[in-house]
């Protein structure tokens, strides 16, 4: 069984310039397909920076879904751990997003109620045009990144259930 | 010889500013404020059913989520006239109080503490002389000789480890420095401890509006939180009660810590006190609103010309022409196609890119212009217009601000100090401290009304045939906001917003008046072109985020200046 650590998964991005709000169209994904049980906390945190710090100093264990503005084809997964975060492995072009979650962790990490652990599940964005939806290249990514947590989360003893199959059992 | 001083970006929240300086014999002589990038949000809106505008309004900027909101629901509202039940005021005074403790905390501690506060002289801090420091300003319970002893083992750590951290860009040891050791202890013990408040505040919004950082429960015509006293899924005693005792918690550390701080930091710095002021005419919307046709108000509004309180002239509802009739935005030296000047309801959005010229365009950021004057917008303009107005809570909080800084500094300071970086930051405070007597006074206005049995929520709004238009403001943490809404059969026609910080890092206009930005820092002392920490003071007193001014985020981040010495 799982231990009684907390689990933050948090979706970030600016829903109003497409594949940007990839995190926020996650978390809609996430929430909308499975059962979120208790020990499990869920944030469509949007841009919001500073004001994520609460549910960040909350977390054991703490999953970060975002685009990332690397090279590489749009649509590419990448994972970051947290010993990418501390080698500096993270600055460069990332999203405003990451960046402000850096500064938080920074300070969390100060105040000694950071994450034991962080993890940050990214996709290169394609359309950050202004508009809301992700692009064709990004909307099969949703399943891809919800199989990819799924994974971290096994590591934990957590099995997300469908909400189909938790309403016909 | 003149030099030139780039820094950019200047902000370490969203939003991609960058000024230009001039400095000459140490001193600045001209500045530029350019916001470098673009997207338009509006036309996202086009179209749109005005009910659901501020669901997308409040996406625009990762800051001032409520404050987007808040404005976008008024601005329909007073499209179609409607008064708001007045539980439903009640409800949107208390998000907006309590969303104003959460930010000004963190504006001063997060974002602007460290331009004042050295963090690695606190290594030389005396732990006795810097407890009697403390306790000679406030009776804070966290002013204690061990918590400075953790504090301080702390700072030794990071520096010794040389991974500073949210330290890594701090200009330490800059001679423009000047807290004592003592005093940059008890202010980094202060910066570490108000996340825990910030935090009781975004709990306490998060119980009200459903959720952080997005709030759910606006509407156009109230809100969507059902009052019932004694049902566990609304909103009802127990859950008031949690928010009120949360609302206190802050309070006192509003009272005790944010305010004494900014008292000591400004008595310490009184050679900073003339610096910073730039355009003194001053504008701040009414807000906090008593009834339901929004013609009454707990946080006055108004103008103030050329910094002469006898000028005064209030805003006196959500519907006030003089409002109305005398904003506009002019897009001379911005990046627009065409040099007009427009009443926002007739204002388009053609972008047209130059290259930075000093004496043309070069700044995605509109010119707001009130009369056709700039306007300086934020806490210290609502001060201002509040304590020339006679406003009882301004004038107890501003004149308690100014007695203990005049007693701690040794000279008179009157409340012409506040036109400065300074005063930006006493007003802002002093706004703090204000409204966390507000919200607890609207927090029992609220359970009063609801204990008479008025559990009314919401008036149905209904959309007429053929065009409307409309305006909403809210004075937010940074000052005047205000949407416009021009609808039309029912739907999004067009919408504007003009944002605080277009008002105050808003460039030039057609007639080469500068915005506030640029004029707060002619005259500014610059020690060292290298370092600029003085340009950092005052843009970062006006609590710069032009995230929304731009409506765009920053694609760097972290406040890595890069500094240019041309």
Known sequence: MHSDKQIGILGVGNLLLADEGFGVHFINYLTGNFVIPDHVSVLDGGTAGIMMAPFIEDADYLYVIDTV?????????????????????????????????LDILDLCRLRETAPERTEMITVVPEDLSTRIGLSPRLEPKLAQVMELLHQSLATHDIFLEPKTAAAGA | MAQRIVVDPVTRIEGHLRIDAEVDNGVVAKAWSSGQMWRGIELILQ????????????????????????????????????????????????????????????????????????????????IGKTVQLAESISNWPGNSANRFKTVKAKVQAIVDSGQLGPFANGYWGHSAMKLPPEANLMAVSHYLEALDYQRKADMALGIISGKNPHIQNLSVGGVTAAINPDNENTLNMERLYWVRQLVEEVQGFIKQVYVPDVIAIAALYKDWLPYGAGVTNYMAVPDMVLDTKSTSFDLPGGTIMGGDLATVKPFTSFNDPYFRDNVVECIARSWYDGDWTRHPYEEDTVPKYTDFQDEGKYTWLKAPRFQGEPMQVGPLAQVMVGYAQGHELTRKYVDHVLSEISTLAGVQVGPAALHSSLGRHAARAIRAAMLSDLAIKHWQLLVDNIGKGDLEIFNRPTFP?????????????????????????GVIK????????????????????PGPYEASLVGNPIADPERPLEVLRTIHSFDPCIACAVHMLDPEGRETVKLKVL
Not at chain 2, 109 to 119: E, G, K
Not at chain 2, 471 to 480: D, I, K, L, Q
Request: with cysteine; charged share 20%.
């Open chain 2, 494 to 513: 067009n919408y504007q917003c003009v944002v605080p910080s277009t008002w105050n890092a808003g460039p030039r206009d057609d007639k080469d008046k």
């Open chain 2, 465 to 489: 045939k053929g065009e409307i238009q409309g305006f909403g403001f809210h004075e937010a943490p940074r000052g005047a906001l205000s949407h416009w809404i021009v609808i039309k059969d």
């Open chain 2, 47 to 126: 179209g749109r059913d005005p009910r659901d505008a501020w669901l997308f309004t409040q996406r625009i900027c990762g800051v001032c989520t409520t404050v987007h909101a808040l404005a976008s629901v008024r601005c329909v509202e007073n499209a179609l006239g409607m008064e708001i039940p007045i539980n439903a005021q009640y409800i949107r005074n208390l998000v907006q109080s309590i969303h104003a403790l959460h930010d000004h905390i963190v504006h001063f501690y997060v974002l602007s503490a460290l331009d004042w506060v050295d963090v690695v002289s606190a290594l030389s801090a005396d």
């Open chain 1, 69 to 101: 503005a690397s090279d590489g084809e749009p649509g590419t997964i990448r994972r970051f751990t947290d010993e990418d975060i501390q080698a500096g492995n993270f600055q460069a072009r990332m999203s405003p997003h990451q960046v402000g979650l």
